[in-house]
C-alpha cells in the first residue's frame, strides 16, 4: 500500500532563513512523487514532482525538493524564506506502475514565515 | 497553461436539495478528473476518479448514488450532491489530469467549492 507521512504539523521559520518541510513515502513500485501548496479557501497549486531523472527537482517559487530513494524521502525546501510563503504544503505520492493515477497524499505542514 | 476552474466556489443549500458542482479544464484535455473532498485542517481525501465517457470508479466508502459524477467531455466533469445533508457540507476540490508532454503525470487542481448545507 501506498502512504506519506508529512511528520510536522508545523514549520515555523524567520523571513530570510532557509526552510524545510519534511516528506517520506512508501510504494510498492517507482514513486512519483509531488508538492503542493495551498493557500486559505484555496485548491493546491502544483510546485513541483519527481518522476525520474536528477534526484534534485527545482519547482515554482524558488522552492526545490530532493529525492531520496535510500531515505525514502522528498524533503521540500527553500533557501530563503518570504513570508508570503505562509501557506499549507502537501505531500503526495503515486506509484509509478499503477494505472489509476491516484494521488496519496500526506496530513499536509503548515508552514508560518515569521517577519 | 493547466488551469482548472471550478463553479461554484460557495453554495449554500437547504436540507434535501440537490447541488451540482462543475469542474472545467480550461486549456487542456483531461481524459481524467479526480473529485477530492477536505474537511478543516485535513488532508484530501479521493472521492472518485471520473474517464471522459466512462463510469466513474468510487473509492470504497463514498457512496455513489449520492455523489453522482458525469464525465461527458474532455474539458468538462460534474458532481452532483444528491438529497444534501448537513454531513455533507465540506469543501469539494476537482483536479485534472493532462494527457501527454512534459505535464503529463501531473494533477491541476481547481480551486474548491465550499458546500455548506443547512
Same mark, same amino acid.
Given at each position: 500500500?501506498?502512504?506519506?507521512?508529512?511528520?510536522?504539523?508545523?514549520?515555523?521559520?524567520?523571513?530570510?532563513?532557509?526552510?524545510?518541510?519534511? $516528506?517520506?513515502?512508501?510504494?510498492?513500485?517507482?514513486?512519483?512523487?509531488?508538492?503542493?501548496?495551498?493557500?486559505?479557501?484555496?485548491?493546491?497549486?502544483?510546485?513541483?514532482?519527481?518522476?525520474?531523472?536528477?534526484?534534485?527537482?527545482?519547482?515554482?517559487?524558488?522552492?526545490?525538493?530532493?529525492?531520496?530513494?535510500?531515505?525514502?524521502?522528498?524533503?521540500?525546501?527553500?533557501? =530563503?524564506?518570504?513570508?508570503?510563503?505562509?501557506?499549507?504544503?502537501? $505531500?503526495?505520492?503515486?506509484? %509509478?506502475?499503477?494505472?489509476?493515477?491516484?494521488?496519496?497524499?500526506?496530513?499536509?505542514?503548515?508552514?508560518?514565515?515569521?517577519? | 497553461?493547466?488551469?482548472?476552474?471550478?463553479?461554484?466556489?460557495?453554495?449554500?443549500?437547504?436540507?434535501?436539495? =440537490?447541488?451540482?458542482?462543475? $469542474?472545467?479544464?480550461?486549456?487542456?484535455?483531461?481524459?481524467?478528473?479526480?473529485?477530492?473532498?477536505?474537511?478543516?485542517?485535513?488532508?484530501?481525501?479521493?472521492?472518485?476518479? =471520473?474517464?471522459? %465517457?466512462?463510469?466513474?470508479?468510487?473509492?470504497?466508502?463514498?457512496?455513489?448514488?449520492?455523489?453522482?459524477?458525469?464525465?461527458?467531455?474532455?474539458?468538462?466533469?460534474?458532481?452532483?450532491?444528491?438529497?444534501?445533508?448537513?454531513?455533507?457540507?465540506?469543501?469539494?476540490? $476537482?483536479?485534472?489530469?493532462?494527457?501527454? %508532454?512534459?505535464?503529463?503525470?501531473?494533477?491541476?487542481?481547481?480551486? %474548491?467549492?465550499?458546500?455548506?448545507?443547512?
Amino acid at each position: 500500500a501506498q502512504s506519506v507521512a508529512q511528520p510536522e504539523d508545523q514549520v515555523n521559520v524567520a523571513e530570510g532563513n532557509p526552510l524545510t518541510v519534511k $516528506c517520506t513515502y512508501s510504494v510498492s513500485g517507482n514513486p512519483y512523487l509531488f508538492w503542493y501548496v495551498q493557500y486559505p479557501n484555496r485548491g493546491l497549486q502544483f510546485l513541483l514532482k519527481y518522476i525520474t531523472g536528477d534526484n534534485l527537482v527545482k519547482g515554482s517559487y524558488g522552492f526545490e525538493a530532493e529525492f531520496n530513494k535510500s531515505q525514502t524521502s522528498f524533503h521540500l525546501k527553500k533557501p =530563503s524564506a518570504l513570508v508570503s510563503d505562509s501557506a499549507l504544503y502537501f $505531500c503526495a505520492v503515486r506509484d %509509478g506502475s499503477d494505472s489509476s493515477y491516484k494521488l496519496i497524499f500526506g496530513s499536509g505542514t503548515r508552514l508560518l514565515v515569521r517577519p | 497553461g493547466a488551469v482548472v476552474s471550478q463553479h461554484p466556489s460557495r453554495v449554500i443549500c437547504k436540507s434535501g436539495t =440537490s447541488v451540482k458542482i462543475e $469542474c472545467r479544464s480550461l486549456d487542456f484535455q483531461a481524459t481524467t478528473m479526480f473529485w477530492y473532498r477536505q474537511f478543516p485542517k485535513q488532508s484530501l481525501m479521493l472521492m472518485a476518479t =471520473s474517464n471522459e %465517457g466512462s463510469k466513474a470508479t468510487y473509492e470504497q466508502g463514498v457512496e455513489k448514488d449520492k455523489f453522482l459524477i458525469n464525465h461527458a467531455s474532455l474539458t468538462l466533469s460534474t458532481l452532483t450532491v444528491t438529497s444534501a445533508h448537513p454531513e455533507d457540507s465540506s469543501f469539494y476540490i $476537482c483536479s485534472a489530469k493532462t494527457s501527454g %508532454g512534459n505535464t503529463q503525470e501531473t494533477q491541476y487542481f481547481g480551486p %474548491g467549492t465550499r458546500l455548506l448545507v443547512l
